[in-house]
């Protein structure tokens, strides 16, 4: 039934996945394998944050081929697409921790605008590649006049600047293309999942867990987006397998959740992934470790929703929050309590997830040249697979 999904816009094809050792890349080449798909994977390597990620997707398939570079390094990102010849590029790559950005803002540059256009570069001037869909972030769409924005939201405003610029008809002509190349931004919502990385909400209630202590939060009231990684993933795969085959109507599409937030904060968040790690009764506290008043995030509230996803794309949210945080608290138990075991973990999730997506997806239309037709037959569409449907 995996194979099904996306029109099998993947089997057969060749894929390559920058930041395959990652959050993000380490469920991408375990999905597109089960999909069929061709792939290789291009990355700086392990890191110790994300260590059971990257022992995960270097399991993903035997086979998988293998490119070791720093994603803006032009030259070897160019060598490796010219040895492999993908059809498909998914760039997943980058500097994702909002602190670092903080600490280093050229290396959160070097990695998020200096990879996007290594990548975007390389793929113009590669023939084989149909396509490429880079990932943004839901944190922030624009800037006002004051002009002041954390490193890691402005870097990542800037890759979609790069993105319009190699999309230009203009830039490709003067590549050389043939055939255009179609780029496609994907901004998923706060995914979870699995990840160990720096800032991490769900990490960050593990270790707590892990030093005995309790759980602290800075801004409990903040709401956010929350998803499944397989929800944003998968926004990220249906846009790939739509420019494959043609154009889209639009580049950008947002992947986000149901009436745009969840409704569930921080503190919520944590208090159901405690319940799904089976320790509800864990103690929480609220403050920042410095002694300071703490902004409790009332008024911090991010928005994401999906209605141009769901007329062009024929994608809509699949697991709700209750169901991502079984799914996240199972991963986690597994990274810790049985590490040999967490690939065949990610492979069970990905096989429920996709027969939910089976279900839920067919109720819109596939992707049609005729968005409003598509529009039109998804308001009577089912929502997301409510906790226990799986």
């Not at 050792?21 to 080449?29: C, D, I, K, Q």
Request: charged share 15%.
């Amino acid at each position: 039934m995996t194979g099904e999904l996306f029109a099998g816009g993947y089997a057969g094809r060749r894929v390559l996945v920058t930041g395959h050792t990652g959050f993000l890349g380490s469920w991408a080449v375990r999905w597109l394998s089960a999909l069929g798909a061709e792939v290789a994977g291009y990355s700086r390597g392990e890191r110790v944050a994300d260590a059971s990620s990257a022992t995960s997707a270097t399991s993903a398939s035997g086979g998988m081929r293998v490119f070791a570079g720093d994603v803006a390094d032009a030259g070897r990102v160019a060598a490796a697409m010219a040895a492999f010849r993908p059809e498909i590029v998914l760039h997943l790559a980058g500097n994702t921790v909002v602190a670092a950005g903080f600490r280093d803002p050229a290396a959160t540059f070097r990695g998020n605008v200096g990879g996007t256009a290594a990548v975007l570069d390389a793929a113009t001037r590669q023939e084989s590649v149909r396509c490429v869909v880079v990932t943004g972030t839901p944190a922030v769409s624009r800037l006002n006049d004051n002009l002041q924005l954390g490193p890691y939201a402005a870097s990542k405003l800037a890759v979609e600047a790069c993105v319009a610029a190699f999309a230009h008809s203009r830039t490709q002509q003067d590549a050389g293309r043939v055939s255009p190349l179609g780029i496609g931004l994907a901004r998923p919502g706060v995914m979870i999942g699995g990840d160990w990385a720096e800032g991490r909400l769900l990490a960050d209630v593990v270790r707590a867990i892990r030093q005995e202590r309790p759980v602290t939060l800075a801004a409990p009231a903040a709401v956010r987006p929350w998803q499944h990684v397989l929800d944003g993933l998968g926004g990220a795969l249906m846009l790939a397998a739509r420019l494959g085959a043609g154009p889209a109507p639009r580049r950008r599409y947002e992947f986000g959740c149901r009436d745009h937030v969840t409704g569930m904060s921080v503190q919520d968040v944590v208090a159901g992934f405690l319940s799904a790690y089976g320790l509800p009764g864990w103690p929480v506290r609220v403050g920042d470790g410095t002694g300071q008043p703490v902004n409790r995030g009332a008024d911090d509230i991010v928005e994401l929703g999906y209605a141009a996803a769901r007329a062009d794309l024929g994608w809509q949210p699949v697991w709700d929050l209750s169901r991502a945080l079984r799914a996240c608290a199972a991963w986690y138990q597994a990274a810790q309590a049985r590490p040999d075991s967490l690939g065949a973990v990610m492979d069970e999730q990905i096989a429920a997830y996709t027969a939910d997506a089976s279900r839920v997806w067919a109720a819109y239309p596939a992707a049609t040249a005729d968005p409003a037709a598509a529009a039109t037959a998804a308001t009577a569409a089912t929502g997301p697979v409510r906790a226990g449907a799986t």
